[in-house]
């Protein structure tokens, strides 16, 4: 071995050892590196545990208020349904010269359909009336419940008024247009007297504000509708334009049949709607003779009809038997 090479032994050894510290360094710098970049990923995820932790509590606590408020909106709603349903009258009164039967249905909670009637027997007086309406309020929900009740006492306020068929239904659209016009809404309503239910010779006398016109049963099993039509309550044409009035001929027996269009609007699964023909000829079809059992025999006519569909519309019946 020359000496040259001899003397490079030893920096050679010393450029690898020089070598391997700067390796160990790097190593330890690298493995330093590792734990810092570890730690800071532990942090992010604590924190980012810490805040769906938060979030999961913050669902439940918002999850706990949604279904009090819901409780508390359905207590509401079945509260308001009590008292809607306790401003109509008794949907069976006991009168001796006239059966009535009444039945209603709101599509939701609360609804605008409504019945009212009254019976005029004052001492003195010679013919016996008995005054019926069906109305239906356009739109659903708290609205419509509310324009129905509006209804409803204006209509009583004045039933004791010297009015005829189509006098009362003009003045009644003049009374209610304050509250119809600022949410453009409208009542249907179908008014009905039975006069001399007491004598030989009653009288049925009938104006209509675009509702459904009333239907009469006689004896035979015939049916007639009676057609008359009308503007809605609370557009002002009818107090502006006056109301028509038709007056019929009817015996003791016949069966006078009055719904809102939630019944001949009623769909099946399908999509069909029961329709006027199909009333119609339920309505030939049913007990003769009894109000109760026609309105029974309609009513169970329409839910055989509709099946499983949902009911979409509130839906109102009222027989009465002369």
């Keep these: 071995m020359s000496s040259i090479e001899r003397d490079s032994e030893p920096l050679a050894t010393s450029a690898s ?7 160990g360094g790097t ?54 349904r009590e008292i809607q349903h306790g401003l109509l009258p008794c949907a069976s009164p006991e009168w001796d010269e006239l059966d009535l039967f009444c039945f209603t249905r709101p599509a939701a909670e609360i609804g605008g359909d409504f019945y009212t009637h009254r019976a005029s027997n004052k001492p003195g007086v010679l013919l016996n009336k008995y005054m019926l309406a069906v109305g239906d309020v356009s739109g659903k929900g708290v609205s419509a419940a509310l324009l129905m009740a509006t209804t409803l006492s204006r209509f009583d306020a004045i039933v004791d008024r010297p009015f005829g068929p189509a006098e009362r239904l003009a003045h009644l659209d003049r009374e209610i247009m304050p509250f119809t016009k600022p949410r453009r809404q409208n009542c249907a309503l179908c008014y009905v007297e039975i006069v001399g239910v007491n004598t030989v010779r009653p009288l049925l006398r009938t104006a209509n504000a675009g509702c459904i016109p009333p239907f009469v049963k006689g004896g035979d099993g015939a049916v007639e509708w009676i057609v008359i039509e009308g503007p809605p309550l609370g557009h002002g044409l009818g107090a502006k334009h006056g109301y028509k009035e038709v007056v019929k001929k009817v015996s003791k027996g016949d069966l006078v049949v009055l719904t809102s269009d939630g019944v001949v609007e009623a769909q099946d699964e399908n999509g069909e709607l029961y329709g006027f023909d199909r009333l119609q000829e339920a309505i030939s079809a049913g ?6 059992s026609l309105l029974e025999y309609l009513r169970d006519d329409v839910s055989l009809f509709v099946g499983g569909a949902d009911q979409q519309d509130d839906m109102t019946i009222l027989v009465a038997k002369i």
């Design 17 to 23: 050892t020089a070598a391997d510290v700067q390796d």
């Design 27 to 80: 190593q330890t710098t690298a493995r330093a590196s590792a734990r810092r970049s570890l730690s800071s990923v532990q942090q992010e995820l604590a924190s980012a545990r810490a805040e769906c932790q938060q979030l999961a509590r913050s669902l439940r606590e918002a999850e706990d208020r949604h279904r009090e408020t819901s409780e508390r909106l359905q207590c509401d709603l079945a509260l308001a």
């Design 287 to 292: 007990p003769p003779g009894c109000a109760e």
